[in-house]
């Protein structure tokens, strides 16, 4: 509450003594004529309640279908545009005849109303009381559009009274100048100057000027407002300052959309889940007390996103390998801020962090460190943080080298080829063509039985997550000699001999004899498998050959060369002569 002069303009509105300053008027039975009617000071039953000495108040009569007023004798000073607080207790007194009915209403006028002349409208809306015996406040705020006002309470009956006659009563006109005391534009809402003045002894009237207690406007002493994260739960005190407004109040939130999602409760807290898009908000809140001040203060409501940190892992460094790694944030620019910090172990030799930036070139294997990525903005001062594993890891690579040892036909091949790198590691055929029969799994077993001859190229590729190599290799597949020859032909003493040792399978092929040996002057070429020269030994020769490729050795085979001199016939010619008929 705060303390205020104000100023009763009416002049001797309470009529304690007596009715100087006032004037009454009434209209004949016949209704053709105004008349200065008696008004007279006068003791109150029921009295109203105003807390001056006695009970009286000013009367006049009111007969058939009559109607009489009161008012000031003088105009009361009023400023056009000024607002004025009116009041005033009026009450009817008399004649409960049914059919009849009297009532109040306040005009201005500067003519004296004649009954069946129809009256000015009420100077004050809501200013026309019923047809009551009891005591009524009637009161106001009125903006003056007249200069000097002729204010005039008019106690107007329908229906036959006969020769009853009605009273009405009028105390406690209080009229004051809220503009001069509050200043244009501050003026107190009705409910606000009726607290201030019916709670002020005596009751709501003075005459001149008194100390009032008047209701202080709310004032909000909010500057800004929290920063409002999108698709969050939200919520904010909007804190009026101490002793001012009266409880309770009730609060409007303005220039939201309508799917906002926040809303404004009557203790001042606004709350809800942010519906909103990153952007800026111009609303308003306003704030309205039980005796009609309103306050209102304009804020900008700023809704943004904290910072996402994007990134699900952070790729392993390679050994000897350059690396960098800065992590992919998002969110609202607002003081946006990123940091990378090792939090656990130390970061691997060879790299440094530079910024928001791990680079440089590692020189150890398998060394590890976690590492805590933290982004900060206005949307999420705390921070919003990541960690992640950093490992230095080798890629995967070959150390077999091509060609592949050779395979043989038909024959169960299995090799396994040699990788380096952190494992897991996988393998695969990548291109060219296997052997027929081979095949190569995911752990490097090439193995398989081949089915065909000849030589094989393919690329091999070893992977893990960091990497990997492909290399060129040949595999050669080769089939084992089998000696075809079964018997060689005679060797004549002294004679030229050539015999042709034969075999089935990959080429060059050598010959050798493993057992036995050939007739004496007979030798075995080891490239041609061609037996050559002249016996000289009469007799049968046994001997064991094998025959020998890049698959490997033959089967042994027993061969026998028989050798010896040749059937000749030593007769010579002519014969002896013959005689006919005699043996």
């Known amino acids: 509450m705060a303390s205020i002069n104000l100023t009763n303009i009416v002049t001797n509105g309470s009529f304690e003594t007596n009715v100087a300053g006032w004037s009454g008027f009434m209209t004949n039975q016949q209704g053709t004529q105004s008349t200065l009617a008696p008004i007279r000071v006068t003791n109150s039953t029921p009295p109203p309640v105003h807390g001056e000495t006695g009970a009286w108040c000013a009367q006049i009569g009111v007969k058939t279908q009559g109607l009489v007023y009161i008012n000031p004798t003088t105009p009361i000073p009023t400023i056009i545009g000024h607002k004025y607080y009116v009041r005033a207790r009026v009450s009817l007194r008399g004649s409960t005849v049914p059919g009849v009915t009297t009532g109040c209403t306040v005009i201005h006028g500067t003519t004296v109303p004649v009954r069946g002349v129809a009256l000015p409208p009420p100077l004050f809306d809501g200013l026309q009381t019923p047809n009551t015996t009891g005591w009524n406040l009637i009161d106001t705020i009125w903006t003056a559009d007249i200069a000097g006002l002729n204010m005039r309470f008019i106690w107007q009956q329908t229906g036959n009274m006969g ?28 409910p606000a100057i009726r607290q201030g003045v019916l709670n002020t002894p005596p009751n709501g009237y003075w005459d001149g000027t008194t100390v009032i207690e008047m209701p202080v406007p709310p004032v909000i002493i909010t500057d800004t407002l929290p920063l409002a994260v999108k698709s969050r739960a939200y919520s904010t005190q909007i804190e009026l300052e101490e002793d001012t407004g009266t409880t309770p109040y009730v609060y409007t939130l303005l220039g939201l959309p309508i799917n906002s999602g926040l809303f404004i409760n009557n203790n001042g807290i606004i709350s809800g889940t942010c519906n909103l898009n990153e952007g800026q908000y111009n609303i308003t809140v306003m704030v309205t007390d039980s005796v009609g001040y309103r306050a209102s203060r304009a804020y900008v409501l700023n809704v943004g996103e904290p910072p996402q940190i994007l990134n699900d892992y952070i790729p392993g460094a390679l050994l000897n390998q350059p690396y960098s790694f800065t992590p992919t944030v998002i969110g609202s620019d607002g003081n946006l801020s990123v940091s990378v910090a090792v939090t656990v172990g130390t970061l691997p030799t060879g790299l440094s962090i530079v910024g928001t930036t ?3 070139t590692p020189t150890i294997d398998n060394q590890s460190c976690q590492i805590t990525v933290t982004a900060f903005n206005d949307y999420a001062p705390e921070g919003v943080s990541r960690t992640y594993i950093l490992r230095v890891s080798l890629a995967a690579g070959i150390n ?11 024959v169960p091949y299995a090799f396994l080829f040699s990788g380096y790198g952190d494992a897991p590691i996988t393998w695969e055929l990548l291109g060219g063509n296997l052997p027929p029969g081979l095949s190569l799994d995911a752990n490097g077993m090439l193995s398989g039985t081949p089915s065909a001859t000849g030589t094989y190229s393919f690329s091999v590729r070893a992977s893990n997550d960091y990497g990997g190599e492909t290399k060129l290799f040949t595999l050669s597949v080769y089939q084992l000699p089998v000696i ?27 010959w050798f004899v493993t057992n036995g040996s050939l007739p004496t002057g007979l030798s075995l070429n080891p490239n041609t498998g061609i037996i050559s020269g002249e016996a000289v030994e009469a007799g049968s020769f046994t001997f064991t050959v094998v025959a020998a490729n890049i698959a490997g050795n033959s089967a042994p085979v027993t061969l026998t060369i028989e050798a010896g001199v040749a059937l000749a016939i030593i007769t010579t010619s002519p014969l002896p002569n013959g005689i006919l008929n005699v043996a």
């Open 484 to 510: 075809t020859t079964t018997t060689l032909g005679y060797a004549y003493l002294g004679a030229g001999y050539s015999g042709q040792l034969t075999a089935t399978g990959s080429m060059p092929m050598t």
């Open 163 to 190: 020769n009853n006659e009605t009273y009405g009563r009028l105390d406690n006109v209080v009229m004051i100048d809220l503009t001069e005391a509050f200043g244009a534009g501050n003026e107190p809402p009705l």
């Open 400 to 410: 077999t080298q091509s060609p592949l040892p050779n395979s043989t036909l038909g």
């Open 358 to 360: 791990i680079t440089g």
